[in-house]
């Protein structure tokens, strides 16, 4: 894509990009004094439980019943090891077997007229097959029902269609990678995100006639291509490529046009979002059209950045994505939205130390830093419910400002911050957290070396 189109895609955004060799380069915009940042290099680092709100009956099972699935995702793993860097809020729509929910694994026993009757049956046997555990013959329905998918005309679909056939490739290739097949599935994934594009270019522009659903299909696709980049050991222009793409999509396929703009952040009842609301409550899936889907990209790319030492192109992409998680008013944030913000903040400060660590860039670290550890506290004050998310990022927005007032000088404030940010990590069961802060505490009495700025085994200590 051209750097004359970045320019333009960003004016929304009041931030200027420069495309260099396969880079985006930006200038971090402004931030208001109420502006969050959440870190997905922090919090992806745990592993995903899932847990079954409904299990089929063998009724349901064999498609008499109508059946539909809730799972419920929570983040933890002290170890940091994750299959996930962003999280369960845009993962869920396309990663391994949540693919399946992602488009009709319940739904599609009671609604299986809504794809084309060419489709039903190898549909059916491949999600009753994959209910029983038998991967292989799940793969094998599934496999033949995207081979005549994409052999249908699009008026086989009805509407939406694009959303429709690409969810049947999603199925199966959230089957392929539950095999262990993960070259398979990004093979499949890049068919479902050509589907949604001009021409045969993995790169090539979006059809001009997509909804804002469709268009925001393309945007996750994108982003789970660039995830399994990197799961599959692909050169990291291949990984920063798709990022990249779904980035750019955000900023002119969706942003830079007003009424998609509008439904997707808006969530505008007009005739053709009512019909995609209707599949998306039928299938219990996660809406599409929520302002954190928008911000998952500029997360990801900014993670990307942070770990391959391009610092100066991290930062802006995770100023972004405070401006999409917590607009101005009257827009709202939830619970998880500001604690993913707090997470990013944190990232934020340990990537202005990474570069310097004069006096003035010490006071600007500190900065974010203690607004990262106040949105946390008043997230987790404000409700009776605990958030995982909001558990773990107020452990770690502890050791963050602990470790800059350690390299301030200030030791006690500094050693105060490490104990509680342990005595948090053992009430959640963080192990990373508590080995992170007893070692600093060590230190800080002179019997280790020093505290580092992050936690082992985050994105950002890499």
């Not at 693919?99 to 009757?117: D, F, I, N, Q």
């Not at 001009?208 to 268009?215: C, F, I």
């Not at 004050?381 to 452990?395: D, G, R």
């Not at 502890?398 to 350690?406: E, F, G, H, S, V």
Request: net charge neutral.
């Amino acid at each position: 894509m051209t750097s004359s189109i970045l320019r333009q895609a960003t004016t929304p955004f009041r931030a200027q990009l420069r495309q260099g060799p396969r880079f985006l380069a930006a200038r971090a915009p402004a931030v208001s004094a109420r502006g969050y940042v959440d870190d997905p290099t922090q919090r992806t680092q745990f592993n995903t439980r899932v847990e079954e709100k409904a299990k089929p009956s063998a009724s349901q099972v064999n498609g008499d019943q109508p059946f539909v699935e809730e799972v419920e995702y929570v983040t933890l793993d002290p170890n940091g090891a994750s299959t996930s860097r962003i999280g369960p809020w845009l993962t869920g729509l396309l990663v391994g077997g949540m693919a399946l929910t992602a488009y009709g694994v319940g739904s599609l026993y009671g609604t299986m007229t809504m794809w084309p009757k060419e489709v039903r049956g190898d549909l059916r046997s491949g999600l009753r097959e994959g209910y029983k555990g038998d991967g292989t013959m799940s793969e094998q329905y599934l496999s033949r029902a995207w081979e005549t998918t994409q052999k249908l005309p699009l008026e086989k679909f009805g509407s939406q269609p694009f959303l429709k056939a690409t969810g049947i490739g999603i199925a199966l290739a959230g089957v392929y990678e539950n095999n262990g097949k993960s070259a398979k599935a990004y093979q499949i994934l890049e068919q479902c995100l050509n589907l949604l594009q001009q021409g045969l270019d993995t790169t090539s522009n979006l059809r001009t006639d997509l909804s804002p659903e469709e268009r925001m299909r393309a945007v996750s696709i994108a982003y789970k291509l660039g995830e399994l980049a990197q799961t599959l050991n692909k050169p990291k222009e291949e990984e920063e490529k798709w990022l990249v793409y779904s980035v750019e999509t955000v900023l002119k396929d969706v942003m830079q046009v007003p009424l998609v703009a509008e439904a997707v952040v808006t969530d505008d009842a007009k005739k053709s979002q009512e019909v995609a609301r209707g599949i998306v409550e039928e299938l219990k899936l996660p809406s599409w059209v929520l302002k954190h889907d928008l911000a998952a990209p500029f997360e990801a790319l900014g993670s990307f950045y942070s770990r391959t030492g391009k610092v100066s192109y991290a930062m802006p992409l995770y100023l972004q994505a405070i401006s999409i998680l917590i607009p101005p008013p009257p827009q709202v944030s939830s619970a998880e939205d500001q604690c993913r913000a707090s997470q990013l903040m944190g990232n934020i400060s340990e990537l202005i130390l990474r570069t310097r660590n004069d006096p003035e860039s010490i006071v600007q670290a500190e900065s974010w830093a203690t607004k990262g550890l106040e949105v946390a506290s008043r997230v987790r004050k404000s409700t009776l419910v605990k958030h995982p998310s909001c558990e773990v990022a107020y452990a770690y927005m502890l050791y963050n400002l602990a470790a800059i007032r350690d390299m301030a000088g200030d030791s006690n404030s500094a050693r105060q911050l490490f104990v509680e940010s342990l005595d948090q990590s053992k009430s959640i069961g963080l192990e990373v957290g508590v080995q992170g802060a007893e070692r600093a505490i060590k230190e800080l009495a002179g019997e280790s070396q020093p505290a580092t700025m992050s936690l082992p085994g985050s994105p950002s200590a890499a």
